[in-house]
């Protein structure tokens, strides 16, 4: 099946910095998305991108999928952006998805 | 905003026992889905379901697992014979069409003690 590899694995941010967590996987993909899982263990839709770049307030993400890589990036970090990011992508060949691994951030004050 | 609607938020369930976790995914969505996350790991997919059958299952998804799409609106996950290691968070998802966004619940975690 696709692999899905997310880097890094951890990030400890000072308040304000930026950063860019990646998305790797191994073959051709219809349906790619981003989501952040809170403290609660929800799973919040940031971003649905299979390709093209998309931004919302201080994130934003591009995703080049001919290259078969996917980029999150988040400007100006608050406390509030701590958590895991999963990336989620669904392979051609069927429409399920397969989450990555995850990057846990972690902002400091 | 529509959004999937899952059902309870917690259970907590003696081992032997069989659960039944509940979705409704959002209306004329055509693509359904159940994922688990065992405490601090990866989310992983259980079983996908479109036209009333199972269209894809992973090796998690045996036969101690089972999806039901009652009525209309329901989508249910019913886990027979609890064991410890069921013990994680449960996400259903729903899907307008093959090529679109995927919307997740809210989750149900599962404890079994």
């Known amino acids: 099946g696709i692999q899905v590899e997310q880097s890094p694995p951890d990030l400890i941010l000072q308040e304000g910095a930026n950063s860019t967590l990646r998305c790797n996987f191994s073959d051709s993909v219809n349906n790619l998305q981003w989501f952040h899982q809170n403290p609660w263990g929800q799973l919040i839709n940031l971003f649905y991108i299979p390709s093209g770049t998309k931004q919302n307030g201080r994130l934003s993400a591009t995703t080049v999928a001919t290259e078969r890589y996917s980029l999150l990036y988040i400007s100006s970090s608050q406390t509030t952006d701590s958590g895991v990011y999963f990336c989620?992508?669904?392979?051609?060949?069927?429409?399920?998805?397969?989450f990555g691994a995850g990057t846990r951030l972690t902002v400091k004050p | 905003e529509p959004e999937v609607t899952q059902t309870p938020s917690h259970q907590v369930t003696q081992m032997g026992q069989e659960v039944i976790l509940r979705c409704v995914p959002i209306?004329?969505?055509?693509?359904f889905y159940w994922y688990r996350q065992i405490l601090g790991q990866k989310v992983e997919f259980l079983v996908s379901?479109?036209?009333?059958?199972?269209?894809?299952k992973s090796e998690i998804f045996d036969d101690q697992f089972s999806v039901e799409r009652p009525d209309g609106s329901n989508f249910t996950l019913k886990i027979r014979s609890t064991k410890l290691e069921d013990s994680a968070m449960y996400f259903c998802?729903?899907?307008?069409?093959?090529?679109?966004?995927?919307?997740f619940g809210q989750g149900t975690r599962l404890t079994v003690v």
């Open positions: 998802a729903s899907k307008g069409q093959a090529n679109t966004e995927a919307f």
């Open positions: 209306s004329n969505h055509l693509y």
């Open positions: 989620a992508v669904g392979p051609y060949n069927n429409n399920d998805m397969r």
């Open positions: 379901f479109y036209n009333n059958e199972i269209s894809e």
